[in-house]
């Protein structure tokens, strides 16, 4: 078994909590500066996380060029399925005749070139609260040290370029690395917020983009088929919402987009068809007798409601009734119902059902109002 599906199986409130690359990069900036004031490099470092407690790092490596001293830590995630898991996290720091602090992004920490992210576009992507607990620990060594000289500070990530590949920092608009991240200094285990985190800013980078449709999945391969479904919309539009449906709505009609279309696949989207806007697996379970008035409606007949009553998977019912235009829609129609419901907002909405194999199943497009007697409940 792969160490990775070793902390997958644990029981989630025995997982270990990691650190922030915001933490690691904060920690090695306050070992790089003591070593450059008192000419030795410490073995660890403690520092305080805005999270309101205290976390010491171990300097795995570092290196010394006449007045430039650079520290390394290596990133522990703990249990979290986390892509920077073990990435070398470098601080590198020197005095300058330029008075302040100035904290910038080397090797391996991408630079935003998109606006609607919480770093203006040009900056090395260090994000708000990472710099701030940084800047913190320069601050704090210069009132202890008395330094009277500027503070240079640059964050590295060696391996950042390669580990960026596995983020949605291209399609953010992130280039060149990954992204000095954490608000609160540590990671916990399979985070929502985290994940919810990561909607909010794609949002915010499609408005800023100017889209006025956007395109939310449930995952990669629903959101390859909707690239291809929409081929004339920009990366931007395109946003992974994972299980978290009616968060993302919410977000969406906070931002006022125009039109929202929904694509995904029979398992979650059954579920959003009977207003369930949590889809994870054990949030809800799958309703086959509310498939199964479904097809009643349409006009499915006796026997194959039966077998839509003793089916083991939505997936499974999919197959059953594909070719039955009249259901999907149905299917789909409900779901943009539900979803204007929650969205309470004028907006037109359109899903799109999938079968795994990349067969459309059915579609409703440009729903823009509830209509009651359409509306299987």
Known sequence: MSEQSKRNKKDPSQMRHGYTTGSCATAMTK???QALVTGQVPEEVTIYLPVGQYATFKIETSKVHGDVIMCETIKDAGDDPDATHQARIQSTVRFTSVPGIHIDGGVGVGRVTKAGLPVPVGQAAINPVPRKMITGVVQEAIATYAIEQGVEVVISVPDGEEIAKKTLNGRLG????????GTRGTVVPFSSSAYMASIVQALNVAKAAGCEHVVITT???SEKYAMKQYPHLPEEAFIEMGDFVGFTLKHI????????SLVGMMGKFSKVAQGV??????SAPISFEFLAGIAEKVGVNQTVLNDILEANT????????????AYFEALCKNCCYYSLAHLNTEMRVSTTLYAMNGDCLGKAENIDKLDEDDWYR
Request: aromatic share 2%; net charge positive; proline share 0%.
């Open 314 to 325: 939505a997936s499974q019912v999919g197959e059953m009734l594909q070719g039955n235009d």
């Open 174 to 181: 992130i280039i060149g690395g990954i992204s000095i991240l």
């Open 253 to 260: 009609a906070r931002k006022k987009f125009a039109h929202v």
């Open 219 to 221: 995952g990669g391969r």
């Open 31 to 33: 070992a790089a500066l």
């Open 277 to 282: 806007m949590m889809v994870h697996s054990k």
